[in-house]
Structure formats: C-alpha cells, structure tokens
C-alpha cells in the first residue's frame, strides 16, 4: 500500500516535472514579437520593485566607479600639479642657459653640475664634461646668471670644480661703472644668512650703493671681464682702515646651479664684454618698454574719455535747445543730468576736443554752402548764371 | 511543513531574492554569486519534488523576464534544479557544512549548465570557458554566500525546539 502511494506520488512528481519543463521550453521557444511582449508584462507588474532595486543598486555601482575614478584623477592632478612648480624653474633656467649660449655663439662646453654632497656646505661640485670635451684646468665655469667657478681637476670625461662658496675662491672685481676693483671671495661668517660674498679692498675714498652689480675685472688672467658676480648688499665694518668690504648678494646660488657652460681659453681671449650685460640691458629696455605701454595707453583712455564727455555735452545742449520749443519743456527726470559736467572745471583735452568739434562743423556748413551754390548754378541753365 | 515552518522559509527566500537583485548588482563580479539558486534550493528541500519544480518554474521565468533573449531558458533550468534538490534532500542536507557547501556549488553549476546549453547563445571555446571556468568560480562564491547564510540565519531555517 505504502509502496503504490509512493509510486503514485513520484509518478505525480515526474508529471509535474514534466509539464514544468515543457511549459518553460515553450516559453524558450516563443518567437521573438511574442517573448518580449511576455517580459515586458512581467516586468511593468509585479517585478517592477525588484527591477527598481536592481536599477538602484547598479547606479549605486556606477557612481562608485566614477567617484573612484575622479578620485584617482583628482589625485593624479594634485601629483602633477606639485611638479609644475619644479618644471618651470628647470625651464627657466633651461631657457636662460639656451640664450647664454645663444650670445656665447661658440667657445664652450655645456655640462651638468653634479652636487655630491648637501645643499648647505657646497664648495665644490662634479661636471660632465672633461679633457675629452676639451675642458682645462682653471677652466671659469659659469651660468646665466653669473659667475659659478672654476675647473680644478680635469679627468677625460669629468671634472671637478670649485664652487665661489670654496674658502680659496678669489676672483677679480670691479663694480659695474668701473669706478671700484676689489677682491671677491667668499663670505665666510655666514652661516644663518646663507651663501654671501665679500668684496675686498675697495679704496676708503669709494663707497658703492646697495644694489650696485659687480663684474668680474678680468685682471689675473683667470676670468675673463664683465661676467656678474653679485650685487651689493650693504658695507661691512671691518677694522682695516684703508679699505672698504662690501657685502654682496651672489649672481648665482650654489643649490641652484644645474647646468652650467665652462668657458674655453681661447673664447675668453675674445672678451664677453657685450654678453652678460645684454641680459641687464634687454631687461631694463622690456620693463621701459612695458611702463611705456601703460602710460601711452593711460593717455589714450583719458582723452578718449575727455573726447566723450564732451559729445555728451554738446548732445545735451542740442537736446535742451530743443525741448526749450516744446511748452513747458521736458519733465526734469527726462532731461540729462550735466549739472556735474557743467559743475566741474574743463579739462585741457576737453577744451581742445570741443575747439576740434567747432572747427569740423564750421568746414562742413562752408563745404553745404559752397555745394549749394554750385547746385544753383547747375539747377538754373536757362536763366543764365546767377549769383 | 508547520505554519511556523512555511513563514520562515517564505522570509528566508524573500531576503534572498532582495539579495539577488541588490547586492549583487551592487557588487559586480565577473563570476556573481546567485542568490535566486540558493533561495530554490533552500526551498526545494523543504517542499515535494513536484513543487520544488513548480517553484523553480516561476523563479526561472522571473529571472528571465530581465533577459528577454534567454526567455525560458531560466525556467528549465531552474525547475531541473528545483525538482532534484527536492528530490535529494535526504542526500545531501545533512548537518555538515562541507555537504551544504558542495550542495549549493553542484545546484548552481548544474544550473549553468543546463542554462549556457538551452540559451543556445554561446558555442565552441566560448561555451567551454564559460562552463569550466567562470561558471565554477560563480558556483564556488554561491557556496560560500549560501555558508555564510546559513550561519546568519540560522536561527530561521532550523525549526523551533520546544
């Protein structure tokens, strides 16, 4: 009995199974315009919560990619954004270097300076260029800016040379007029200031102002003449009595210094007299240029202005001499205020535009009359010429 | 099945279809646990194989209506699923999680299967690593998403004591 009930049952079951997968099968094979109408039933229904939630759930998805996304982006600008700072000055001081040897035209030897040790006690550096490259020993090493240093060994790919910040750098000065010479060396007793210069042996009869630039001299051989060296700071008291020590601002920075030029000998004989002081010059000439700029276009506004005030008045006038026709005249909130204009004293240019003003409308009123007179006399052929 | 029974299979499987049309989409896997196979089988062990069949029928066709394409291919494969688990119970729902775990892994591989092969839609190498890669990998996250339910809700699919 128990085995038939069984029986019965699955037989039951396997119907059931059967009409299941049947029923699934037909709608597997239902032609397309029959199945998406199906779908779509189902899905506007009784699905539509469950279809809402999975909508939400992947616009969730989505904005959490691209939140991570703009995150990552945001991030990658950051990142570039603190380089920008550190590209432009290495292109600034690319750009410098390039002009140098723009003006050098030739007689050097590019090389990049390679620092060994930390950035607050330079005196020496290593360069990559050597006696293959036809660097010599005294060799000056220099950089836009100004004087660097010197070659003092020279191996066939590299060099090493000595920074101006060296306690045994000297070199030859004078100051930009040529009125003082001195000796410049390192200013040794800096050590919370920063990297300085003192200019020694300035005769007590000259006294040089802050700001003043000092030029190598080119006496002594090694360097050549007019190469800046720094600039003047302020005088040192000192207890030698017949000399004055000056304190200078270095031309260049020893932490600063990246790609150099080392100047060759027989390009120093030539002299760099018009190389460096160009630089200073083309300066002062843009900022003259610019200053220029500004006041022509300064002047320009204020006449254009003075010319339009001085339209607006004469509109004014006009416009009064014609509502004085009308009875009554015009409301007063209608008229144009010139009580400020009448009020305020004439400028020059004012006084002028209104002359110019006059002058052009008399020529135009002698111009109609001589045109209507020529028209009378072209307009009147069979009454002879009359005047 | 007591009313007590019916009611916690019901909550149950109606937290498991929120789940599939929650966190899965919310997730995104390239290989998705399926929380609509784990909810039929939760089921089918509770109710006769004819049901079981029904049951998986209706899911299957539910999960279709989102594809319309593959219309149909769901529902076979779901009522398959439904009517064998149903009628292996005794097999396999014994009281041991490696059981349970291989349980929910065959009901979804064999899911896949028979669902890639009525669809029709993939063939050759495509089909292949889709049945011997990605459906495994899908199989073995639902094992392990069925575990860790049946330790959360525990306390709704084991009938009370007195």
Known sequence: MARAVRSTSSRFDLIALGTCALLALIARGLPPNLRDPVATSMRRTFLAPLVMLQERAEASRRSLLL???????????????????????ENAKLRRLIGLGGRLKWGFIPAEAIHGRGVRDVTTMTLTAGSAAGVRRLSPVVAPEGVVGMVTDVDPTMSQAMIWTHPDFRVSAMSEDGAAFGIVQAHLASATTGYLMELRGIPFRTALKPGTLILSSGLGGVWPRGIPIGRVLEEVKTSEGWARTYLLRPAVSPADVGAVMILRADRISQGFDNVWTNVAAVDSAARAIAAAGDSLAKTAALAEAAARRA??????????????????????????????????PLSDSAIEARRRAAARKARRDSLARDSAERDTLVMSPTRGIIR | MTLGGT?????????????????RPLLGWRAPMDFLVLALLLVSIRLRPATAALVGLAIGLVSDSLTPDSLGAGAVAMTIVGYVASWLKAVFFADNLALNAFFFFLGKWVFDVIYFVV???LGGIELVQQLLLWSPLSAAATAVAGILLLFIMRPLLEPARA
């Open chain 1, 67 to 89: 939140d991570q996304q703009r995150t990552a982006i945001t991030d990658s600008v950051a990142l570039r954004a603190m380089t920008v700072s550190s590209l432009e000055d």
């Open chain 1, 311 to 344: 339209a607006i008045e004469a509109v004014s006038r006009d416009t009064s001499h014609a509502t004085s026709g009308i009875p009554g005249g015009l409301p007063p909130e209608l008229l144009p205020d010139t009580s400020l204009q009448e009020a305020a």
């Open chain 2, 7 to 23: 009611l916690r299979a019901t909550t149950t499987f109606v937290i498991l279809v929120l789940l599939h049309y929650t966190l």
């Open chain 2, 119 to 121: 669809e029709g839609r």
